[in-house]
Each structure stands twice: as C-alpha cells, then as structure tokens.
C-alpha cells in the first residue's frame, strides 16, 4: 500500500503524544512518502532546536518527500475548489491521489473531506 504521511504524523510521533503512529513502522510495512509541504511544515518554526531539527531531517532521510509538479498542482486546484480544505491540506490531498496514495492523518478536517479520490486512513 502507498501511503503520503501527513504532517500531524510526523509531529505526534515526535512529540511522543498518546496514540502517536510511528513513521517508521509504516515505512517497514509500505511504500511511504511526504509532500514537500510537510517538510516545509515541519521546518519552518523560528524556535526549532536543533535536536528537533535533526530528528526531522534523519526522518525526512527515510521517507521520501515528493516535490511539487503539475499534475500535482493541478489536483491541489481542483481540490481547493471542490472542498474547504486549506492549502496545504489540499497540497498533501492532491500529492496522494498523484500518486494513488491514502494520507495517514489525525486531522479532522480530512476526515470530513466530501472530495471522492481522496482516500484517508485514520490514525486515531
């Protein structure tokens, strides 16, 4: 199975939070990647420490980070008109469904997409 791990993955499985999915076992059971939207998320704190830094960027070494392209951008416009997800949410969408991929995401706002292609597996 093709899985786009979105953002909130990343961060929780970090932040050790309850419930937290561990990147790293899905990428030993399936073919896992993320959008350059999360590595753009998960990097763009002012206060990020280096330790915080450094764990993302070992994980960023493990999961491939798709970058952007047109058939991408052309979903992401599609989706954004089609449903009221915000931008990066639609970004990450339109990087799944390229590439026939679920996103693995807590986010609630997936969950209650009406956007047909978009496939969701939730994590909690």
């Given at each position: 199975?093709?899985?786009?791990?979105?953002?909130?993955?990343i961060?929780d499985?970090?932040?050790?939070?309850?419930?937290?999915?561990?990147?790293l076992?899905?990428?030993?059971?399936h073919?896992?990647?993320?959008?350059v939207?999360?590595?753009?998320?998960?990097l763009?704190?002012?206060?990020?420490?280096?330790?915080?830094e450094?764990?993302?960027?070992?994980?960023?070494?493990?999961?491939?980070?798709?970058?952007?392209?047109?058939?991408?951008?052309?979903?992401?416009i599609?989706i954004?008109?089609a449903?009221k997800?915000?931008?990066?949410?639609?970004?990450?969408?339109a990087t799944a469904i390229?590439?026939?991929?679920?996103?693995?995401?807590?986010d609630?706002?997936?969950f209650?997409?009406?956007?047909?292609?978009?496939r969701?597996l939730?994590t909690?």
């Open positions: 199975m093709k899985l786009v791990l979105d953002t909130n993955v961060i499985f970090l932040k050790q939070t309850p419930d937290a999915v561990d990147p076992a899905l990428i030993e059971e073919e896992c990647f993320v959008s939207i999360t590595k753009l998320e998960l763009k704190y002012p206060g990020i420490t280096t330790a915080e450094e764990k993302i960027l070992n994980i960023l070494q493990i999961v491939p980070v798709m970058p952007m392209n047109t058939a991408i951008e052309n979903e992401t599609a954004s008109r449903t997800l915000k931008l990066p949410d639609a970004i990450i969408g390229v590439y026939d991929a679920e996103v693995v995401s807590s609630p706002h997936f209650k997409c009406p956007y047909p292609a978009l969701i939730k909690s």
